[in-house]
């Protein structure tokens, strides 16, 4: 059985959990309802030396980083790399890489600065930066939307998993985001997704 190693709150452990659902595969989740920044599994450094989360033990091979964990989940235990030409492939690997980068780099700042930090505590000029900076690369997601309902094939696969993770996130900030028409409708389609709905929903904090 597939070991499933943190907490449903990480964004990153979310990627995984959501992915497990889509492809039906029955899993053992430990710390689900784990603290940040702490995981409380007995000799956890000998599994990931690294300290962090998400890990999975897949019938003994251990794997860590999200989206490594999703794409080798999508490769082994779904028909994904086998119907889909390398050529998108490559757009699927290249959004979910815009997820763990260019999203990611300014998402953490404005997250952690208005969700995570004290409102005393909080550095309004660099929060303000990263909310321009992050509508303007949900600006390209959603230029690239355009005439999609999924974002390779019109068939949901794993980018739309590790950028709808992303999209909660970002839809559930108290910003104020530009019109994104495109995007929005994408995310009302997966949102809707009864996977979505059990690993991703009510779980912003």
């Not at 710390?31 to 690294?50: A, D, L, R, T």
Request: charged share 20%; net charge neutral.
């Amino acid at each position: 059985m597939i070991e499933l190693y943190g907490r449903k709150t990480s964004i990153n452990v979310q990627k995984v959990s959501w992915s497990l659902c889509e492809l039906n595969l029955d899993f053992k989740w430990h710390e689900e309802n784990g603290k940040i920044g702490h995981v409380n599994v007995k000799n956890y450094e000998q599994i990931n030396p690294q300290l962090i989360v998400p890990t999975i033990n897949d019938n003994g091979v251990i794997i860590s980083q999200s989206n490594s964990i999703v794409r080798h989940l999508f490769r082994k235990h779904s028909d994904f790399y086998k119907m889909t030409n390398s050529d998108d492939v490559a757009i699927a690997d290249q959004w979910m890489e815009f997820q763990s980068t260019d999203l990611q780099i300014n998402m953490t700042p404005v997250f952690w600065g208005l969700i995570r930090t004290s409102p005393e505590d909080r550095d309004h000029n660099l929060i303000n930066k990263n909310i321009d900076l992050l509508n303007n690369k949900f600006l390209i997601l959603n230029n690239f939307l355009e005439g999609r309902q999924f974002l390779i094939n019109n068939t949901f696969g794993m980018a739309d998993i590790v950028l709808g993770v992303a999209s909660y996130r970002y839809n559930s900030l108290p910003i104020k985001r530009p019109e994104l028409s495109h995007f929005q409708n994408w995310y009302k389609s997966i949102k809707s997704r009864n996977c979505f709905i059990k690993n991703i929903e009510g779980t912003f904090s």
